[in-house]
């Protein structure tokens, strides 16, 4: 094979791959390197399926093609290295940003890439499986001018989304919006997004007490990690500027001693915490083929058989007065879950599976 049809080959299955992963909604593509082949796995509504395997003689050459995409550096396969790139059903034009990962592993560079969200519009406070309640507290504390919103809940379970919604619902012309993230996710035309980048020197703090004199209103921070973050969140939110980011915590009132371990004192919390959320992702029942008989479900075009189509969050919100008093009565996550069980969106068996593991 010549070595211009080696690359047509290379560069048609790369487009193959990312043309089938955004039919199928994929949010994620896994490009693995087995002893004996290529495994492709696309994770869909939080679950990995294997998609197909290529020959492992192909497997360099498919991740050299998404190095150059995501203008890496070829030569290196020793450390990891991450960048970003554009897939999309027109060839020329590929209109979808993703984040890419390389990571060395025993047979071969192992390749991920997380496909970002593709339409502003989704980005919405009432579309994120909010209760009427709870978006209301949302949108008080929004209409804050200064104080602190922390969301919580394990990897994956759809928090930046959450505040990212929230830059959206504040994101007008008379407020200086920014963001520090690592790494930026969305592109939000109106907000100053500074992306973390510690080796040359650019960290949370750092840039954290740079924004500070850039005049902001609103500041969001993709995640309170350390102590230097956490009293400069504090202090930011303190001082007249409203803050939002996140935290790993099991729940909304985990976010009190977390703040506490990381050295805030109780009294600048009571002064500044407006609300602690936390949530998870559920799958969705499939609409299609909830009154499909066994035979009909396993055929069905919009869930491919799985009986699952999207995801809706499932939330816990607690404002100030709910936060720092434990005697005060507010909706579980699981009771809010049970709000979208009897509305016939999810399941209770996949709500007790996701609520279940980390409430």
């Known amino acids: 094979m010549s070595v211009t049809k080696d690359d047509s080959l290379i560069i048609r299955t790369w487009y193959e791959i990312t043309a089938q992963a955004l039919d199928t909604r994929a949010s994620d593509i896994h490009i693995e390197a087995g002893a004996q082949a290529t495994l492709i796995r696309f994770r869909v509504d939080g679950l990995l399926r294997v998609h197909s395997h290529y020959p492992i003689d192909l497997h360099e050459r498919l991740i050299a093609r998404i190095k150059v995409l995501a203008r890496l550096d070829l030569a290196e396969k020793r450390l990891p290295q991450d960048g970003r790139l554009c897939i999309g059903h027109n060839f020329s034009k590929p209109d979808r940003d993703c984040r890419v990962s390389i990571l060395p592993t025993l047979h071969g560079e192992k390749g991920v890439i997380r496909i970002l969200p593709s339409c502003i519009e989704d980005l919405d406070l009432g579309e994120i499986g909010l209760l009427p309640d709870q978006l209301r507290v949302f949108q008080q504390a929004l209409a804050q001018p200064n104080g602190l919103i922390i969301v919580t809940g394990p990897t994956g379970s759809g928090k930046t989304r959450t505040l990212y919604s929230c830059l959206r619902h504040l994101n007008q012309s008379h407020r200086n919006l920014c963001s520090i993230e690592d790494p930026i996710e969305i592109r939000l035309a109106g907000v100053n997004q500074v992306a973390y980048h510690p080796r040359a020197g650019l960290d949370f703090p750092i840039i954290i007490r740079a924004l500070l004199r ?19 969140a504090i202090q930011a939110a303190q001082t007249g500027h409203l803050v939002l980011s996140t935290l790993h915590t099991r729940n909304a009132r985990g976010a009190i001693p977390r703040l506490q371990h990381l050295g805030i004192d109780q009294e600048s919390l009571e002064s ?37 189509f999207g995801r809706i969050g499932v939330h816990e919100v607690l404002n100030q007065s709910k936060l720092f008093d434990p005697s005060l009565q507010f909706t579980s996550m699981r009771e809010a879950g049970l709000v979208h069980v009897q509305a016939g969106l999810i399941t209770k068996a996949n709500l007790e599976l996701e609520v279940g593991a980390w409430h």
């Open 272 to 308: 500044c915490l407006l609300i602690g959320s936390s949530q998870r992702l559920v799958r969705m029942a499939c609409r299609q083929c909830l009154h499909c008989t066994s035979i009909e479900k396993a055929q069905c075009l919009t869930c491919g058989g799985s009986g699952y």
């Open 214 to 232: 850039q005049d902001p209103d609103v500041i969001m921070i993709g995640e309170i990690r350390d102590a230097a973050t956490a009293q400069l």
